[in-house]
């Protein structure tokens, strides 16, 4: 029922949804990069260090950005100090972002956290309204509150439900769109303005410098083949799935900030609604998750709230 409910709501979106040819490439992007989201919960079930996790994946994403500037694959920024300083609250926020996601993932089925983050439209409107000025109408308003209910709804009986993973699933909704309202924010200043790749490299490499001492505190130094031998894990299998849930990982946010330099956050949350629907359905394939009518229904009405957002969206005001 879920798996019906689902396509043909997602198909009704992405075939009647009236969008620039912009926005229209962008949510492509985020349906292939559905695909990208998945091998980082595997990691979880067996390895449940979140913080260590998520410092692996800035890790790996920062020798490729190294790799990427050493081998001249893509030109090297200079950066001033001025715009460090105002690159590093996007930093945190993309840190805590990453970290929040991976804490629910490792408490609750993969995905009951992304049914819970397909709140992000909710968080975006009242963070761009609040950084950005551009505030809503009554109708964008109106449209969001199906998928509020709908995860509501979907909660209720949700078989793999604590509230660690709920809360750390809606700080994630926070803090991920705090950062892209805030990145928005920060690509519009013409003097201080850079292109995505920049951005979110030196993003990367600023996250696991702030990550690194605090995953050592909390969790210690779990990563080491002495460690994992002790656990009787297999120690090739998880290094393997771990490099792979990483590279998946940086793609995925890569060509997450490409789209958010052609279009507003809002938009942006709701391609990720649409990405997150796909991502459900090959998470309780991938992880054979058991999934109530009552699941099915709330993450069918979240869809119909995306589909009428994106309705409202289309439709340009009258000119005088």
Same mark, same amino acid.
């Given at each position: 029922?879920?798996?019906?409910?689902?396509?043909?709501?997602?198909?009704?979106?992405?075939?009647?949804?009236k969008m620039e040819p912009g926005e229209q490439f962008s949510f492509s992007l985020l349906l292939y990069a559905m695909i990208?989201?998945?091998?980082?919960?595997?990691?979880?079930?067996?390895?449940?260090?979140?913080?260590?996790?998520?410092?692996?994946?800035?890790?790996?994403?920062?020798?490729?950005?190294?790799?990427?500037?050493?081998?001249?694959?893509?030109?090297?920024?200079?950066?001033?100090?001025?715009?460090?300083?105002?690159?590093?609250?996007?930093?945190?926020?993309?840190?805590?972002?990453?970290?929040?996601?991976?804490?629910?993932?490792?408490?609750?089925a993969v995905s009951f956290t992304h049914t819970i983050k397909a709140m992000e439209p909710f968080f975006s409107v009242v963070?761009?309204?609040?950084?950005?000025?551009?505030?809503? !109408?009554?109708? *964008?308003? &109106?449209?969001?509150?199906?998928?509020?209910?709908?995860?509501? %709804?979907?909660?209720? $009986?949700?078989? @793999?439900?604590?509230?660690?993973?709920?809360?750390?699933?809606?700080?994630?909704?926070?803090?991920?769109? !705090?950062?892209? *309202?805030? &990145?928005?924010?920060?690509?519009?200043?013409?003097?201080?303005? %850079?292109?995505?790749? $920049?951005?979110? @490299?030196?993003?990367?490499?600023?996250?696991?410098?702030?990550?690194?001492?605090?995953?050592?505190?909390?969790?210690?130094?779990?990563?080491?083949?002495?460690?994992?031998?002790?656990?009787?894990?297999?120690?090739?299998?998880?290094?393997?799935? @771990?490099?792979?849930?990483?590279?998946?990982?940086?793609?995925?946010?890569?060509?997450?900030?490409?789209?958010?330099?052609?279009?507003?956050?809002?938009?942006?949350?709701?391609?990720?609604?649409?990405?997150?629907?796909?991502?459900?359905?090959? @998470?309780?394939l991938f992880f054979r998750t058991t999934v109530t009518s009552i699941n099915a229904l709330g993450t069918g009405i979240a869809?119909?709230?995306?589909?009428?957002?994106?309705?409202?969206?289309?439709?340009?005001?009258?000119?005088?």
């Open positions: 029922m879920l798996l019906k409910i689902i396509l043909v709501e997602s198909s009704i979106i992405l075939m009647e949804v990208l989201a998945v091998p980082p919960a595997a990691v979880l079930k067996v390895f449940p260090y979140p913080v260590t996790v998520t410092l692996v994946q800035f890790a790996v994403g920062t020798v490729l950005v190294m790799i990427m500037w050493t081998f001249n694959l893509y030109k090297r920024p200079k950066i001033s100090g001025a715009q460090l300083a105002a690159i590093l609250p996007l930093a945190l926020v993309h840190t805590l972002g990453n970290l929040f996601t991976n804490m629910s993932l490792g408490k609750v963070l761009s309204a609040m950084f950005l000025g551009e505030f809503p !109408s009554i109708w *964008v308003v &109106s449209s969001l509150l199906p998928i509020v209910g709908g995860v509501g %709804l979907a909660s209720m $009986t949700e078989a @793999s439900f604590n509230w660690a993973g709920f809360w750390s699933a809606m700080a994630s909704n926070l803090t991920n769109q !705090s950062r892209n *309202v805030l &990145s928005k924010k920060f690509m519009v200043k013409k003097e201080e303005s %850079l292109d995505n790749i $920049t951005l979110f @490299s030196i993003i990367t490499i600023m996250s696991f410098i702030l990550l690194a001492p605090a995953a050592i505190f909390m969790e210690g130094v779990k990563f080491t083949p002495t460690y994992l031998q002790s656990t009787g894990l297999n120690i090739r299998q998880l290094y393997t799935r @771990s490099l792979l849930a990483a590279l998946c990982f940086h793609a995925y946010q890569q060509v997450s900030y490409m789209i958010l330099q052609r279009v507003s956050p809002v938009t942006h949350s709701v391609g990720n609604c649409v990405k997150r629907v796909v991502v459900i359905v090959t @998470s309780v869809l119909a709230g995306v589909f009428l957002y994106s309705r409202v969206k289309s439709i340009k005001p009258k000119t005088a």
